[in-house]
């Protein structure tokens, strides 16, 4: 199985910073990446796929980038709102796998 | 809009079988795309668990061995998850999630149902 390593489980940040999550992937997964944000109480709901690509309606702060096995998720002017968990997945192969999640809270 | 839910019992004792039902509205199971179930352990970690796609064919974590079976009554636009010989370790938030089979990721989940495991 191929494992998608978010190394921070915990992140802090303040209103208006912007932020990096990141997540590594245990072989190539060329850019067969989706970024998820879950907040508690929540499913989770789709942000990015294709490493890079943004959902309609994500707004334009939430940005990813990154292939083969190195994968970013940048959160411009961080708001309020965007603190939540952050889960990056892979399918490129199966099984299908998720990282471990990085939970984004303020300072 | 497209809208999945998920229904089922809340408790399972250990040995039974877990029966969810997701059922969509919004689009139809056949047009496209595959219906997936997900579960979400206790301290948040994510884990797919199979799908069964608009043909029917279905695909299944290797990591559920044979415990696993997704089926689909496309008259109702349901599909159905059957989990068997549960054990406390299948304790989770299940969710049911609809995947692109182009972009791969899951563009539409349920709210998802909590099952625990436990006699």
């Known amino acids: 199985d191929i494992v998608m390593t978010q190394s921070q489980k915990f992140m802090s940040t303040s209103v208006g910073d912007r932020v990096s999550v990141t997540c590594k992937a245990s072989q190539n997964v060329g850019t067969n990446v989706a970024w998820y944000q879950q907040k508690p109480g929540q499913s989770p709901k789709a942000l990015i796929y294709s490493a890079s690509y943004r959902y309609s309606g994500v707004p334009d702060r939430f940005t990813g980038s990154g292939s083969g096995t190195d994968f970013t998720l940048t959160i411009s002017n961080v708001q309020s709102e965007d603190l939540a968990e952050y889960f990056c997945?892979?399918?490129?192969?199966?099984?299908?796998?998720f990282g471990a999640g990085t939970k984004l809270e303020l300072k | 809009d497209v809208q999945l839910q998920e229904s089922g019992p809340g408790l399972v004792k250990p040995s039974q079988s877990l029966s969810l039902t997701c059922t969509v509205t919004g689009y139809s199971i056949t047009s496209d795309y595959a219906w997936n179930w997900i579960r979400q352990f206790p301290g948040n970690k994510l884990e797919w668990m199979g799908y069964i796609s608009y043909s029917g064919s279905t695909s299944y974590n290797p990591s559920l061995k044979s415990r696993i079976s997704i089926t689909r009554d496309t008259s109702k636009n349901q599909f159905f998850l059957q989990l068997n010989s549960v054990t406390t370790e299948d304790t989770a938030t299940y969710y049911c999630?609809?995947?692109?089979?182009?972009?791969?990721?899951?563009?539409?989940w349920g709210q998802g149902t909590s099952v625990t495991v436990s006699s």
């Open positions: 999630a609809r995947r692109g089979i182009t972009t791969g990721a899951m563009d539409y």
């Open positions: 997945q892979q399918y490129n192969s199966y099984p299908l796998t």
